[in-house]
Each structure stands twice: as structure tokens, then as C-alpha cells.
């Protein structure tokens, strides 16, 4: 039996042990199929080991299937049944087992994390649950601390990872911010454990994997054996190499699970039918949060609240050792894409994107990387302010580019119409507004966020001119 047949046989097996719902019939985009695999197999040319990729529509699964190797060493092909590791797609599972402890009466997202940790010092602030579930409680993230990585290969106990993390300054007031935060995540998973009696891999094995089939999802400890686990790789030198290795204790409820692509489409279908929660705890895990000073950020508990051309989208993505990983949701158009590699820093959303806008009939448009505008890339220069956030434009090179706050610097591609795309990313996009022939405001659009920044300096350009002109 060849590859492709195993893998068609896979699928219907998937299929008949799903709900009825799962059998309605869906809108396929003629071609969609050999697309898809096109778009994978670019991808994994680009020194990927692996990719899985599962796509459900309308309820009816369009595609499971492997690309690559799980092990490259021993030449093991990658199929919908390999598992990868999830990095922080673990948090909406975090966030799920807390909305259903909320409702069955043993916390409230209100409760102080005093609560349930009451050696936590918080250092004089008031901590509630749901600063924790959407990154507004300022406690530092210990992912951020100098060398954490290097502890990260250490079976530390709950007790030793929150040393690492416990005494170190607020960031800022609990919920003045949002700053993704994993410290946060791992103390959620102390909460369930703390509010239920079980452990934290217990209880989501009992009241969310277990339930729904997902036998192939579990918290991911190295040192039992795991069936079909994917090795993890990362890139270097345009060579894939081991990458490094990390305890499963570290990232915890943040990002410690394990699974693969027919057990996260389960997971899509039962979140789609509103299995789990009250209609009224969805609302609660997807609504957008808005800041202090009115600042609106698109993340609900455990999700990002973007949109893709238009589309109502809900997605998170996962980074950790070896692999790279991707879930989005798209509501109002019943569709799933997952995406899991097992390279770090594998573009998992790009292709999730592109994947997705093939199913939707959304034309790809490509990105270019126009001519310089020397003028008007000296005009756009300068700081604008979000808050007390600043991103700094700069003209070098012949290139405009942008130092956004504590990430990397970022060479701008022009797309015309005062619009350019991030060599970093093609999914985030700078858009300038002009007033009075005076650039007033950049918006900063990417799959999860929008910001506007408002110009906040004297054009450092423009007095360079004056300087010129007045000599």
C-alpha cells in the first residue's frame, strides 16, 4: 500500500468516527487540493524537515496529510498521525480548562491569584485570573530573562520555576498592558491544578482530550515514548541540524502539549459545535481587549482575534524548540487550517495563509519591492507613538526601515500608495496617512493586531533639507 493510499484510507476512518455534522457537504475551490500541495512543497524546500497540514470545511475534512520527514536521520516520513510538539498553541487548551473550572463554581476569573498561590508575591498589586489569561498582569515572563534557555534544559519543579521569575520587578500595573507573557500561562496551569485537585495534565486528559478522541495529544514529557513523535530540527548555516533540548517542565501550561493535525481538527470541530462552555464563556474567550486610554488589542484568552482580507479569523501560533506550529479558525466561513513543522522558525503561518486563502478563493497578490522614492521615504522618517510605545522610521541605504519597540529592525518593501511589507513578514503591513503633505499616522496591520501610531516628531528628514537649503 503506497503512501497516498494509506493516507486516503486514514481519512475516511477519520470521517466515520465523527459526529453526523462532520459529513455536510463543503465548497472545495476547484484545484484546492493540488495548490495546497504546491504551497507545501515550496515551503519545505526551503530546509524544513517536515510540515503536517489538516483542512476542514463546512465541517467535512478536505485534507490530513504529511510532507517531509519526522525523522530525517532515519528517513521516517511525516503523516497526519506524526506528532509535533505545540509550543504555545497549548494556551487556548490552558484557557479552555479555566473557563470550565469558572463554570463549574471552583474559581472566578475574578479571583485573585492569591487565591491559589498564596506564597506568589505580588508585590503589592492585585493579580485576577483573567490578567493572566490575556497577558495584562505585568508579572515578568520568564522566556524574557537573560539565559533562560540555557536553564530551560533542566527538569526544574514548580518551585524552581517560579524562583526563576517570582521576585523579579512588575513590568507594569496589572492591566494598564498587554505583553505576552508565558510566566502568566504557567501560573494558570498552578491554578488548575490548585482549583481541581489534578494535575494539569490529568485534567485535560479527562475533561478535553479524552472526550473528544484526541488520543494522540498529552502533555509532552521526554522521557516517556510517544508514538510517531516528531524530532525536532532548526536551521543553520542553510543546513537542518538537532536543535537543542528542553525540558518539558519549563514551558508548562504555556506551551508543553504534544498532538497532531486529526486531533486538532477534532478540537476545531468541537469548539465550532460550542461543545464545552456556555455561549457565554465563548464570548468571554473571544472578545477583544481594550486597554486604558482606549488602546484595542486583538486577543481574547488564549487566542488572537485578527482577520485575513476581510475574513473574521481566530488564530494562535506556537514557537518552541525544533518546531514550528499554526492553528487558525475562520468563523463566519466554517473553515480550519493547521499547520505543524517540526523546524524552528518554519514560516507555519505564511503557509497557513496561503492555504487558507486558496480554500476562501482569496487572490494572492504579490509582494513587490518598488523603486525608492528617496523624497518620499525622507518625509515618512521620524518617531510615531502609540502610548508610550514608539516605532522609529529611518531612511538608509536607499531603504526606509523601522525599529519597532523591543523586537528586531525591519526593512521595509514599498508596495506604492504610501503602502510597504516587512521583509520579516509579508503579513505585516505599514500603511502611512498624509495630511496637509505631511505623513500624520502609520497603521501597523498584522494577522493579529492593528495599531495606529501617531507621528510624534519633527520630520529629521526635512530638517536635513533645511540645513541643505540654507546653506
Known sequence: ?????????????????????????ATVPAGAIEKIDAI????????????????????RLILARGYGYADVENGVPATAETVYRLGSITKQFTAMAILQLAEAGKLSLEDDLSKFLPDFPLQGHKVAIHHLLNHTSGIKSYTSLPNFFRTARQDLSHEEMLALFKEQPFDFEPGAKMLYNNSGYYLLGLVIEKASGQTYAEYLADHIFKPLGMHA?????????????????????????????????????????????????????????GDFLSPSSYEDMYRPLT?????????????????????????????????????SRYPDDRLGVIVLANTAGAPASAIEMSIARVMLGIEEHPVVDLPTDETLFRSLTGTYALGDEEFQFTFEDGHLYVQPPKRARDRLKFQGDLQFISSLSEHVRFKFTMKDGRPVEVEIDSPNDRLTASRRDDNPGEKADKVQNDK
Open 217 to 273: 495529544t498529552r502533555y509532552g514529557d521526554n522521557r516517556p515514548l510517544i508514538p510517531r513523535r516528531a524530532m525536532a530540527y532548526k536551521r543553520e548555516r542553510g543546513q537542518l541540524v538537532n536543535d537543542d533540548a528542553i525540558s518539558m517542565n519549563a514551558p508548562g501550561a504555556a506551551g508543553a502539549l504534544v498532538s497532531n493535525v486529526l486531533d486538532l481538527l477534532k478540537w476545531h470541530q468541537a469548539l465550532e459545535a
Open 40 to 59: 507545501v512543497q515550496e515551503g519545505l524546500d526551503k530546509k524544513i524537515a517536515s510540515y503536517a497540514v489538516g483542512v476542514i470545511k463546512d465541517g
Open 1 to 25: 500500500m503506497n503512501r497516498r493510499h494509506a493516507g486516503y484510507l486514514l481519512l475516511i476512518a477519520w470521517a466515520l468516527s465523527m459526529p453526523a455534522r462532520a459529513v455536510l457537504a
Open 291 to 327: 486597554l486604558p486610554g482606549g488602546r484595542f488589542i486583538k486577543y481574547g484568552y488564549g487566542w488572537g482575534l485578527g482577520e485575513m482580507a476581510g475574513k473574521r479569523k481566530y488564530s494562535h501560533g506556537g514557537g518552541i524548540n525544533g518546531f514550528s506550529t499554526m492553528i
